[in-house]
């Protein structure tokens, strides 16, 4: 799972954009309320700013006592320092871009590089359930919106042509970066291509023989061996050669992850208050399956923190095939026209290797 401030400092890594700290000290005269550190971008979060007088040492407030130009590293006050106060500043800034700078740049990557894509369940890809190996193509994504800023404003440079002949080519500035850019533009291209992922992904399509009756898609299951009497696992095909925008949802998405054979507790916050309530909560092969593969048994642990505990015993996990959906349904016992789905996602089951030997089972090689 790739978390945004992962992505932030490896686009630091990128750029050779790292922190660093930095005091600043002035004397104030009684009337200046505006200081100019000259240092910039500024991280706000870590500013430490304190008046020193021969009374003591005064700490600062934001902002309440100050406010700060972050990009340009000027700090007005609201009261001014007396003239025998000394005003110091300690904290971190960067060569180029603050941190809130960055995570715009990696929010709009973000938004680029999952543009239309969602998992074979239909949920959307997020920053929140994208791949490992999606983190570095991202990070170069946002790396590349970050040059494009530096090479706008090196792009008001000019050459300068002294008299005497001296020239100094300012523009070559803005030719490095755009040379930057479309190398790096490449790199990603690469990977995007190799991983299949991102912009130039290639959409992939599968033939699916279509029922003459109903006219629907004849579903798919993988194939198994001829004494292997496990229920069979579906196969989901994405079809989406023109993009897939997911169908929005109230329900919040979690997944279960449960080992075949052992007995299964989960515990969950709700996000209400549960009195009244009755839960239930059932897996199926796939929603709408006609045959229910497990009721699990919902206990509410704290009514007033809304906290339930969802189980399974080991006799039900030991016969769950390798993939379902569940969700979570509440009715009221005092409406009875009551009824919320809050919480659907998938099952994935772990098979189980070891078992009892009275629970061995299978045709062994006599099947044939």
Not at 9 to 16: A, C, I, K
Not at 225 to 250: Q, S
């Amino acid at each position: 799972m790739a978390r945004v401030s992962q992505i932030v400092d490896r686009v630091r890594l990128e750029l050779g954009d790292m922190p660093k700290k930095f005091t600043y000290t002035s004397p104030g005269d009684g009337t200046s309320k505006v200081f100019d550190t000259k240092i910039k971008p500024l991280e706000p979060s870590s500013l430490v700013v304190e008046v020193r007088s021969p009374q003591g040492t005064v700490p600062i407030p934001a902002p309440a006592g100050y406010t700060v130009e972050k990009d340009l590293g000027i700090f007005h006050f609201y009261t001014p320092p007396a003239a025998n106060a000394t005003v110091t500043i300690t904290g971190v800034s960067y060569r180029y871009f603050s941190d809130s700078d960055l995570e715009r740049f990696v929010d709009t990557a973000v938004e680029q590089h999952t543009y239309q894509r969602a998992d074979k369940f239909g949920r959307r890809l997020t920053i929140g359930n994208l791949e490992s190996v999606e983190e570095y193509p991202i990070a170069i994504l946002a790396a590349i919106e970050a040059l494009w800023c530096l090479a706008t404003d090196s792009a008001f440079d000019i050459d300068i042509q002294a008299p005497d002949g001296v020239m100094i080519p300012r523009s070559e500035r803005y030719r490095q970066l755009t040379g930057m850019i479309q190398q790096r533009m490449e790199q990603y291209k690469q990977l995007s291509s190799a991983l299949n992922i991102g912009l130039w992904r290639l959409e992939i399509g599968a033939l699916r023989r279509v029922s003459r009756r109903t006219n629907r898609l004849v579903p798919i299951y993988m194939a198994q061996e001829v004494e292997d009497a496990r229920y069979p696992e579906r196969v989901y095909i994405e079809n989406n050669l023109k993009g897939f925008d997911p169908v929005p949802t109230t329900a919040a998405i979690y997944d279960l992850l449960i080992y075949q054979g052992d007995s299964f507790s989960i515990e969950l916050d709700f996000p209400t208050d549960t009195t009244n309530l009755v839960f239930k909560a059932q897996i199926r092969i796939y929603a709408r399956a006609p045959i229910i593969i497990a009721d699990m048994t919902v206990t509410v642990v704290n009514n007033a923190t809304g906290r339930i505990r969802l189980s399974l015993p080991k006799s039900v996990t030991k016969n769950l095939p390798k993939r379902g959906t569940w969700d979570l349904q509440a009715t009221s016992s005092v409406d009875p026209d009551f009824q919320k789905t809050y919480i659907r996602g998938q099952v994935f089951v772990t098979e189980q290797v070891t078992v009892d030997a009275n629970e061995q089972g299978g045709a062994g090689l006599g099947g044939y």
